[in-house]
């Protein structure tokens, strides 16, 4: 699922395309993908874009008349473009919607049958913030802030970060990440961090997110993301799984449940226990 990082990259490169422009046309392919029926979807075409913002790991794309375009790309959605002077792409079974302007065709494509992907047409700041989760943004945040919402219930490490209600736009992936850069365990209890825990948590926080951030937004100026994945050559544990950890060489592991897996260094963050895989434990 895009989280944070990727997100801000995909804002990035619609910012460039679509400010200003026209909503000239919209083309639903699936009709799965349009969750909302009031106002109607055609009540966009024509509306200039004034603005673009992320609530979450939702896209929201703001029209003239205080309309928007709620998008969740999901875990397996994506943003294609097309340039208008390109040849135009023939849409395929994965295409949900095309958005077309001025300057191009956003097209929005989700692999796999299950289409949980999300479109919702709002008007109004009020309708709008209903599909805002309510999550801490931490790279605006102060560290007494980011710890008040970490320790409002007691979670574990994984749980609490990857919580839309607690921490915006972090996921599967990204939780990975500060994890191992905070050296602490998925499956430690928020309750048990204390002062000096919590400033690393909230600095190897902040710090991860934003290398991402500067990265993935940089090859957005340059050319249009499209590659966006959870797992990417240079991350240190996220999809990793067996492979050495880089800052000790340990295997990492990972800890499987339902479609999801949490991948871990044992000597870095656990003190090299290995925790129980739930997935691994019920197949045995």
């Not at 050495?244 to 949490?262: F, L």
């Amino acid at each position: 699922m895009p989280e944070l990082p990727d997100i801000c990259a995909y804002l990035e490169a619609l910012e460039q395309r679509l400010a200003g422009q026209a909503l000239e046309e919209v083309t639903l392919l699936s009709p799965f993908f349009l969750r909302s029926a009031l106002p109607p979807l055609d009540d966009v075409r024509g509306r200039t874009v004034t603005d673009l913002r992320r609530l979450g790991k939702r896209i929201a794309i703001g029209l003239t008349g205080d309309y928007w375009l709620v998008i969740h790309l999901m875990v397996a959605g994506r943003f294609q473009w097309q340039d208008v002077d390109s040849r135009a792409k023939k849409p395929t079974r994965n295409t949900l919607a095309t958005f077309r302007f001025g300057s191009g065709t956003l097209v929005v494509t989700e692999a796999g049958t299950r289409k949980r992907a999300s479109l919702h047409v709002v008007q109004g700041g009020s309708a709008l913030s209903e599909h805002d989760p309510g999550g801490l943004e931490v790279l605006e945040c102060d560290l007494d802030t980011f710890a008040e919402r970490m320790r409002r219930e007691n979670r574990t490490l994984k749980r609490a970060l990857t919580d839309p209600r607690i921490l915006s736009g972090i996921g599967n992936a990204y939780s990975d990440e500060i994890l191992h850069a905070a050296r602490l365990s998925p499956v430690m209890l928020t309750s048990r961090l204390d002062d000096d825990a919590m400033r690393n948590l909230f600095e190897a926080t902040q710090r991860t997110l934003q290398i991402w951030l500067d990265r993935l937004a940089g090859e957005a100026r340059k050319a249009f993301p499209t590659k966006v994945t959870a797992f990417r050559p240079d991350m240190a544990a996220h999809g990793r799984y067996q492979e050495p950890c880089p800052v000790c060489g340990t295997a990492i592991q990972r800890i499987r449940y339902a479609s999801n897996e949490t991948n871990y260094c044992p000597a870095c963050q656990t003190g090299g226990k290995l925790l129980a895989d739930r997935a691994l434990s019920r197949l045995l």
